[in-house]
């Protein structure tokens, strides 16, 4: 039989619960910069269960939802038009570009083909040789270092047909960035257990201090979060600003040194484009100069987004907390998952989606 969930637990949720409630004196706004966490909080309506006071503000949490419409539509130019196969994440095929989705270029004869782990490229470019085989690489921290594995292996197995398209984005330094902003009206900050568990702490205990506002460290089970908010909120109703990690159990001060390591050898510090938020300095990763031969816009001639194209939606308010889905003119009427407007209603990991599917837009 199988054992219950401990983080699931009724039981213990409840009594978290409980001491939220017995600790909150003032109104406080929490946010969490997760998919995953936003994507439970919905789902479990963990929210409704909290006082009146605590506001949950979720923040840029899902690479698929911020990737710029440009680096879409890049992918679909070299799709369609130069014997390229475009190797993709299933959750990217729907997110809009300017004019078309990679699924909608699929059905027009480009060659876009879903893959599972970013490894998969290297077979698929060793079984095509006579194609340029280009991986669409996206995400945080969490998902670069295997995307510099590939980098690696291209390496070392001399690999002529493969490059990568990177939307690669760094999750403390776009932190920063929001913390700074003047209509940033966040108290504390739920940290994404999994980032955290490859870059440690050390950024997070910095920017605790810089800008008086609590961190926790949170997972993403409906026990982590809500435990995740009573210690967020108890350094806020005690005036402490620091780092507390009730998710040891998976990240360590220090992260991950191999992770860090393939992260650093292949990638450095790059100014990004985040899709809502605008081209931010610093925020993100390319291809260090020694493996720029590897970044498919140079090796197509592709021009790299420097400006972000305005988006129909509210979805930059939104992931900075100053709104929320249900104050967007478009959630739920002509924006809904299976005809997504703006990026956030695609991935499952994304606000809009996760609000619509568990009837938030009632």
Known sequence: MKAE???????YGKRIIDAIHHITTQPWKIMDVCGGQSHAIAKYNLEEMLPNEIKIIHGPGCPVCVTPQKTIDTAIDLALNKNVIILSFGDMLRVPGSKHDLLTAKSMGADIRTIYSPLDAIQIANDNPQKEIVLFAIGFETTAPIHGQVVLEIEKQNIKNLSLLTALFAVPPIIEHMCGLPDFEVNGILAAGHVCAI?????????????KIPFTVTGFEPVDILLGIYTNIKQLENNRFTVENPYARIVSDN????????LETIF????????GLGYIPSTGFKLRKEYAHLDACIRFNQEKPTVIQKEPCIVGEIMKGIASPKDCPYFGFSCKPELPL????????GVCAAYY?????I
Request: glycine share 8%; charged share 30%.
């Open 5 to 11: 969930n401990p983080y699931r637990s009724a039981e």
């Open 199 to 211: 870059t440690g702490l050390s950024d997070y205990k910095r920017m605790a201090q810089k800008y």
């Open 255 to 262: 992260g991950n040194a191999k992770a860090k390591e393939v």
């Open 268 to 275: 450095e510090i790059a100014n990004q484009g985040w899709r």
């Open 342 to 349: 703006g990026a956030p209603m695609v991935s499952s990991e």
């Open 357 to 361: 599917r568990y009837q938030k837009h």
